[in-house]
C-alpha cells in the first residue's frame, strides 16, 4: 500500500478521537457513551453474560458523518472506484493505528474479521495491511440465516481449530455490539483467546443525549494516529498532551 499517512488524508479531519476509561459517561466496554451511573453502556450491559472484552475503536464514527460514510461505502457504494478509493482509506487507517499500538492490542496469532452471510467485507482492507496480511486467516463464517441483532455464537461457524490460539478480531463498525459479541462467543467456545477486538469507527448516533454529551467536548479534538483509547484517550477534563 502507498504510504498510509498521504492515503488517509481526506479521511483524515473527520477522525473523532476515542475516549479514554474508567471516565464518568463512558462505557467500561466499548468508549462509547454511558449514561451517568452506568459503567457501560445499554448493548455492552446485555452482553455481561459474556464477561465482554474491552473493545478497541480507532475512532467515533457519527452517523452521518465521513467515516460513517466510508464504513457503509466501502462495501455498498454502487460504484467500484469509490468502493476502491474508501476501502484504500480504511486499510491506511487500519495500517496506521496497527503500526503504532501493537503494545496496546497484546500478541495475536491468528487476525480474522467478522463476516457477514455471504461476504466478508472488511477481508480486502484488513488484506491490504502489511501487520496484518501475513497472519490473516478467515476462520469465522456467518450462517446464512443468522439474526445479526441479537448476541448467538450459533450465528458463526469456526472454521478451523483455534483452540489455544491468540484470535486477534477485527470489525468494520460497532453498533449494537450484538455481532461481535457473538463472534467473542463463538470463538471462546472453541477455547480461542480473542485479542482486541479492534473494530475501525464506534458508531455514534448523537441524538441520544449521553453521546450528545460525550460528543459536545470530543468531537472537536484532534485524532492522532500516535493515541489510542488504551494508551492515551481523550479525558473530559483536559488531554494527556
Ligand atoms: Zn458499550
Ligand atoms: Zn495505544
Not at 504510504?3 to 462505557?27: E, N
Not at 467500561?28 to 454511558?34: L, R
Not at 472454521?159 to 463498525?173: M, P, S, W
Request: hydrophobic share 45%; aromatic share 4%; proline share 7%.
Amino acid at each position: 500500500m502507498a504510504d498510509a499517512g498521504q492515503v488517509i488524508v481526506p479521511l483524515r479531519g473527520a477522525l473523532i478521537p476515542v475516549p479514554a476509561q474508567p471516565q464518568v459517561g463512558v462505557c467500561a466496554v466499548c468508549h462509547s457513551s454511558a449514561k451517568p451511573g452506568f459503567a457501560t453502556c445499554r448493548p455492552c450491559a446485555e452482553a455481561a453474560r459474556l464477561n465482554p472484552p474491552e473493545i478497541l475503536p480507532i475512532a467515533l464514527s457519527v452517523h452521518g458523518g465521513l467515516l460513517h460514510a466510508h464504513l457503509r461505502g466501502y462495501k455498498d457504494s454502487p460504484s467500484v472506484t469509490a468502493r476502491d478509493r474508501m476501502s484504500l482509506r480504511l486499510a491506511g487507517v487500519l495500517a496506521m493505528f496497527m503500526a503504532q499500538h501493537e503494545g496496546c492490542i497484546g500478541e495475536w496469532d491468528i487476525a480474522t474479521c467478522v463476516p457477514s452471510p455471504g461476504r466478508v467485507a472488511l477481508q480486502p482492507v484488513v488484506t491490504r495491511v502489511r501487520e496484518l496480511a501475513g497472519r490473516f486467516r478467515q476462520v469465522l463464517a456467518a450462517q446464512s440465516d443468522a439474526d445479526e441483532r441479537t448476541l448467538d455464537p450459533e450465528q458463526f461457524a469456526v472454521t478451523e481449530d483455534v483452540a489455544g490460539r491468540r484470535v486477534l478480531l477485527l470489525d468494520d463498525t460497532f453498533a449494537s455490539g450484538a455481532k461481535l459479541f457473538s463472534a467473542v462467543a463463538a470463538l471462546r467456545r472453541r477455547d480461542a483467546v480473542v485479542v482486541g477486538p479492534v473494530v475501525i469507527g464506534r458508531h455514534i448516533q448523537c441524538g441520544w443525549p449521553p453521546s450528545a454529551d460525550l460528543l459536545s467536548w470530543i468531537e472537536e479534538r484532534v485524532w492522532s494516529e500516535r493515541r489510542c483509547a488504551r494508551c492515551a484517550g481523550e479525558r473530559r477534563s483536559g488531554t494527556l498532551f
